[in-house]
């Protein structure tokens, strides 16, 4: 009798292990697919001051030029 015991919380204990891992996989995946949902779209918004939040009160043409080339990684030939 109590070898029964011993085999059913043994049981018990890995079907638990179990659905704790499968919840953990679950949840990862679900973490990887929100992060890649939200770097999918971001909007960039037009260069040049009128696009702006806040524009400057001065703006020249190599203002113009980098904001231009934002994001990419070669600066501006002013």
Known sequence: MQMQ??????????SLALIAGAAA????????????ERRAFRPVRDAGP?????PPSDWDSVDQAIDESFPASDPPNA
Request: no cysteine; proline share 0%; net charge positive.
């Open 50 to 54: 009128d696009a702006m939040t806040n």
């Open 5 to 14: 015991n011993v085999r059913s919380n043994a049981v018990v204990g890995v």
């Open 25 to 36: 996989a679950t949840y990862s995946l679900h973490l990887k697919r929100t992060r890649r």
